[in-house]
């Protein structure tokens, strides 16, 4: 039998003392009624009961209070269990919609930029060349157009004395 501890030694010592209180309360009340002692004994077994009773109440507070915090233990594991699976379910989820949503729109705003940039510098190149081109050209057609008028002009007989004519 393993030794008796706290409140197990404390149940069996009132047990012990309400045991012996009552077999001399019985035999005051069988064998020798003096009313001085058996209204002491009396009084000795009614505090005792009124003291084991106290001490079951608190002995019950004690057992509710341990019930209590091992029920809280419990639930608190339970939850912990259950709340972190979902949390992590939902974190995971989320982390990669917000992830996903987050990166697509980087990416496009970051592609429109660098379109947009190489746009306008294509643009730019494409415009300054054809420009040069443009004006290469006709310049030359200019160019060629006065050459034949002034040798046109030049070859017509009542131009050759008047250059400005």
């Known amino acids: 039998m393993p030794p008796l501890s706290g409140r197990q030694t404390q149940f069996y010592i009132?047990?012990?003392?309400?045991?012996?209180?009552?077999?001399?309360?019985?035999?005051?009340?069988?064998?020798?009624?003096?009313?001085?002692?058996?209204?002491?004994?009396?009084?000795?077994?009614?505090?005792?009961?009124?003291?084991?009773?106290?001490?079951?109440?608190?002995?019950?507070?004690?057992?509710?209070?341990?019930?209590?915090?091992?029920?809280?233990?419990?639930?608190?594991?339970?939850?912990?269990?259950?709340?972190?699976?979902?949390?992590?379910?939902?974190?995971?989820?989320?982390?990669?919609?917000e992830v996903d949503d987050t990166v697509r729109e980087r990416v496009e705003a970051e592609v429109d930029d660098r379109v947009q940039e190489r746009v306008e510098e294509e643009v730019d190149d494409t415009v300054q060349e054809r420009v040069e081109e443009e004006v290469d050209d006709t310049v030359q057609e200019r160019v060629e157009e006065e050459v034949e008028e002034r040798m046109e002009d030049a070859d017509r007989p009542d131009a050759v004395g008047d250059p400005s004519a």
Request: glycine share 10%; no cysteine.
């Open 14 to 97: 009132d047990v012990v003392y309400g045991l012996a209180f009552s077999l001399g309360f019985g035999y005051l009340l069988v064998f020798g009624m003096d009313a001085r002692v058996a209204a002491l004994q009396g009084g000795l077994v009614l505090g005792y009961f009124l003291r084991v009773w106290e001490n079951m109440s608190i002995y019950e507070q004690i057992l509710e209070e341990e019930v209590a915090e091992e029920a809280e233990t419990q639930v608190a594991a339970e939850v912990e269990d259950q709340v972190s699976g979902a949390v992590a379910d939902e974190v995971e989820t989320h982390v990669e919609e």
